[in-house]
């Protein structure tokens, strides 16, 4: 551990030693003040999401209420995270939780005019002592090895109260044949080497305990009544991403 104090961080708050994957394989996506510079635009990130940005948000915040108390795992570029802590309002309570300070930096930066959002440094597989109502995963478990994949599926379970919801949005199996399959492949090949495990492993399999929790995959993305698209359109909007939700009993 490096005892590291973070611009604007309650006294006391230590950086956590970075894991390994995060540093090898995304250190250019998210440890670099260049990174977040390059990354956090509206434009880069529907990039990345096959432009279904806008959409995942708006999924990731369905059923989310006002003044109810949200956990989310990972800091995440686009206007997410400030439009979740608008929909939660000043009686709500948003917290956030990455391992990289940088990000943490930048996300209370961010979020600076809504002060009950708060964001940490920490371990998402390592639940914390609060319960939630909703705990959020938005494109975490991709960039995760495996072992850890079940470990935060393991902690988003943990930190829900009775009666709460974690939901999970990432990538999911594609069709035989989809036509973004081997474009999707090769980012994969290249740049995200443990998201082909998502088109393997429901997520539903990652709990240790999930004969607890009533789940359910929805909205694999697919847009209904789409007419007079190319095939091109009518394939992105099928991109293989899904909603997967756990409620807690
Ligand atoms: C949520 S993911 C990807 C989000 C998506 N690409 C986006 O920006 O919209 C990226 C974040 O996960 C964080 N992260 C990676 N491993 C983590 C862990 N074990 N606990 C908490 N945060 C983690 C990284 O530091 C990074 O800020």
């Not at 109502?133 to 902690?155: C, M, Q, T």
């Not at 943990?158 to 009666?163: D, K, N, S, T, Y």
């Not at 035989?176 to 474009?183: A, D, E, N």
Request: aromatic share 10%; charged share 25%.
């Amino acid at each position: 551990m490096h005892d590291v104090k973070l611009p604007g961080a309650p006294d006391g708050e230590q950086a956590l030693e970075l894991p390994d994957h995060l540093v090898r394989y995304y250190w250019w996506a998210y440890l670099r003040p260049a990174s977040i510079r390059i990354f956090d635009r509206d434009v880069i990130v529907s990039a990345i999401l096959w432009g279904q940005y806008r959409r995942l948000c708006d999924l990731a915040l369905e059923g989310i209420l006002p003044g109810s108390r949200v956990l989310q795992m990972a800091c995440v570029y686009g206007d997410l995270s400030s439009r979740l802590a608008q929909r939660l309002g000043c009686k709500g309570r948003l917290d956030i939780v990455d391992i990289a300070p940088i990000q943490v930096h930048h996300a209370r930066t961010k979020l600076a005019a809504a002060p009950w959002a708060r964001s940490f440094v920490g371990d998402a597989a390592e639940p914390g002592p609060d319960r939630y109502d909703s705990v959020l995963s938005f494109f975490l478990l991709h960039e995760l090895p495996d072992a850890h994949k079940h470990r935060v599926v393991d902690a988003a379970l943990a930190q829900l109260r009775p009666g709460g919801r974690a939901i999970f949005i990432d990538y999911a199996r594609p069709a035989p044949l989809h036509p973004l399959k081997p474009v999707m492949a090769g980012v994969f090949a290249l740049l995200e080497p443990f998201a082909r495990t998502m088109w393997h492993t429901g997520i539903r399999s990652l709990a240790t305990q999930s004969e607890h929790y009533e789940s359910s995959n929805r909205d694999r993305f697919c847009r209904k009544g789409l007419q007079n698209r190319s095939r091109l359109d009518d394939a992105i909007n099928k991109a293989p991403l899904i909603r997967s939700f756990f409620d807690s009993a």
